[in-house]
DNA sequence: TTTTTAAACAAACGATTGTTTGATATATGG
DNA sequence: CCATATATCAAACAATCGTTTGTTTAAAAA
């Protein structure tokens, strides 16, 4: 009996977790169901009320413990003194690394919103909120950020949108150019997003800076 | 009578498919009935299978719709004879122009894959190969994208993610930033994007070159 | 006018949804 | 060794799911 308990290591909430993760990101949190969830981790339907207190617990702690990685990510490389070169690169080297590494859990804090609940929104966008305003911080430390605050709501979800942007299509990468996904790959990724980023944003720099020689 | 039909102007069958992008947009296509659609299209439940023989072939008929726009701009744009920078500027200008006036046509079409059957997976990296090799096709013209296929993979998706940034966050930007999203924003909107986009890509190529010296 | 076809409807179908219940087994602490 | 708390389970819950049915209404074709 215990021989058969070792084949599934984890404790059974973990499971459920995991479980979770795995099909939210691939069929969306409405398609999954929680019988479902329950088969994938090998427990009874009714320990997911029993741990989570329901379907929607498992997402709420899927968004938490992501939301947890990122500020991780953001004080530890907001404590070092970086160039301002090497915080950009560093910052999108850890996401990377972050989602690659967790790449469902990622997915689904990012992308899922299946809620019209008010709360449930207001709850993602304190989420977003806070995801700007620390990259914000850590890159006006580094003058690499821009000071207009205009451009804030475009510049943004741009970042966010380009870093996530080869996982966001997800299993369709593979499918359109058949490539194999290993650590060089990743390693090409960060460096090319990086650039354009980095790039990018002098480009804006200097096309506001043209504007406003141009309003004088 | 006559008057109180007239108060939904369009067809039944194109409200069924205008209150199915509204509602798929905003909560996702498993989290939203038939019932729900019917009752937002002021249609009988049934008339939805009858029309679209079911709700998957709403969401068929919208993605359709979508990458018929999409092939229209780039047709229209390939044909042409712009410099490569007024290129580049144009195509995010009617992407964006598209993805405003029809957004949740555009998010559902982009975003939703809310299927583990192999054949819908095919269908969307179908379309998604189509819109990659068109921007290709357009940019390789006006010798503006790169001819190295070794970072497609990672350029395209960069491309498209980033041209629909605004969009996949959707209903948030506002909560997040409290601003307005009329003409004026969605203007300034395509030309940041169009300036982050050239800047991004010119980096990039200047970062190849130095690798390929450095190689030698 | 009669026949045919399409459009619209209420009602019901079986299946599946997330959650709760009450019983049973296991483990922990006094 | 007993009492108590935790963990697990099958079963049932009401609600909702997408689809189909048979019928009625309205317009077009004969």
């Keep these: 009996m215990r021989d058969d308990q070792e084949v599934s290591a984890k404790e059974p909430k973990e499971r459920i977790l995991e479980a979770g993760a795995e099909l939210f990101g691939t069929k969306g949190y409405s398609a999954v169901g929680v019988r479902e969830i329950a088969e994938m981790a090998n427990v009874n339907v009714s320990m997911i009320s029993y741990y989570y207190s329901g379907k929607f617990g498992i997402l709420q702690e899927i968004i938490r413990r992501y939301f947890e990685n990122v500020r991780g990510i953001i004080a530890r490389i907001g404590s070092e003194r970086l160039s301002p070169e090497e915080a950009i690169r560093k910052i999108v080297n850890e996401f990377v690394a972050l989602m690659r590494d967790k790449t469902i859990f990622c997915k689904v804090a990012i992308t899922e919103m299946p809620f019209n609940l008010p709360e449930f929104a207001d709850f993602k966008a304190e989420i977003m909120k806070m995801h ?41 990468i593979k499918k359109v150019w058949d490539i194999e996904l290993n650590d060089e790959f990743y390693s090409t990724y960060s460096k090319v997003i990086s650039t354009m980023l980095l790039a990018g944003l002098a480009g804006l720099r200097k096309m506001i800076n043209k504007e406003k020689m141009e309003q004088i």
């Design 132 to 172: 700007i305003e620390y990259l914000q911080q850590t890159l006006e430390i580094t003058n690499q950020w821009l000071s207009y605050p205009k451009y804030n709501p475009i510049v943004g979800p741009a970042f966010i949108s380009l870093v996530f942007s080869h996982f966001l299509f997800g299993p369709f």
